[in-house]
Antibody, heavy 125, light 107 residues
Framework: EVQLVESGGGLVQPGGSLRLSCAAS????????MNWVRQAPGKGLEWVSY????????YYADSVKGRFTISRDNAKNSLYLQMNSLRDEDTAVYYC??????????????????WGQGTTVTVSS | AIQMTQSPSSLSASVGDRVTITCRAS??????LGWYQQKPGKAPKLLIY???SLQSGVPSKFSGSGSGTDFTLTISSLQPEDFATYYC?????????FGQGTKLEIK
């Protein structure tokens, strides 16, 4: 079964750090690009970060740039999100999501086709 | 960053109805757009990619159209399990951006 399982969420004080993990199984993790997406309580979805299959390309949302670091270990089938200098507004459910490619007319289209169940991060004093 | 404007923010409909949700991009994004369904307490689910391609396993009652800046998601013959929140997502370039969401409620 294709699966993503997040862990590492919890309660942390403002200014603190947390490291999220996402364990992949049932597919060749090293072949896929990955993303983190979050959702604050009662709010919509917000894309957070992207990493290519080889870690050669990495992008961040402006809201987390300079504070969060995405990484992956293909040997361990794992994706990570190191979150530093946490703020109240980082409180959210964090999802990891696989980015699948489809080739049509010599052009690659993408979609986040597999998601984890989410892990909750609460930043509060 | 590309802005995605989704409308309406909420929609009330009855079982059996056909509804349409729209997303407008602040600049052209070809057809690099996906639609996602999210139910309370659950992860989002991919319905449509490349603006109009149905993800495997998704019923054909869901359909997408559009290209450039204007996109629509149509759901026909609404059933109780279709009442959820729907999001568009532009995957043309980073930072990826979601629409604000449309909450589809039972009338």
């Amino acid at each position: 079964e294709v699966q993503l399982v997040e862990s590492g969420g919890g309660l942390v004080q403002p200014g603190g750090s947390l490291r999220l993990s996402c364990a992949a199984s049932g597919f060749t993790f090293s072949s896929y690009r990955m993303n983190w997406v979050r959702q604050a309580p009662g709010k919509g979805l917000e894309w957070v970060s992207y990493i290519s299959s080889s870690s050669g390309a990495i992008y961040y949302a402006d809201s987390v740039k300079g504070r969060f670091t995405i990484s992956r270990d293909n040997a361990k089938n794992s994706l990570y999100l190191q979150m530093n200098s946490l703020r109240d507004e980082d409180t959210a459910v964090y999802y990891c999501a696989r980015l699948a490619p489809w080739l049509a007319n010599n052009y690659y289209y993408y979609g986040m086709d597999v998601w984890g169940q989410g892990t909750t991060v609460t930043v509060s004093s | 960053a590309i802005q995605m404007t989704q409308s309406p923010s909420s929609l009330s409909a009855s079982v059996g109805d056909r509804v349409t949700i729209t997303c407008r991009a602040s600049q052209g994004i070809r057809n690099d757009l996906g639609w996602y369904q999210q139910k309370p307490g659950k992860a989002p689910k991919l319905l449509i990619y490349a603006a109009s391609s149905l993800q495997s396993g998704v019923p054909s009652k869901f359909s997408g159209s559009g290209s450039g800046t204007d996109f629509t998601l149509t759901i026909s013959s609404l059933q109780p399990e279709d009442f959820a929140t729907y999001y568009c997502l532009q995957d043309y370039n980073y930072p990826y951006t979601f629409g604000q969401g449309t909450k589809l409620e039972i009338k």
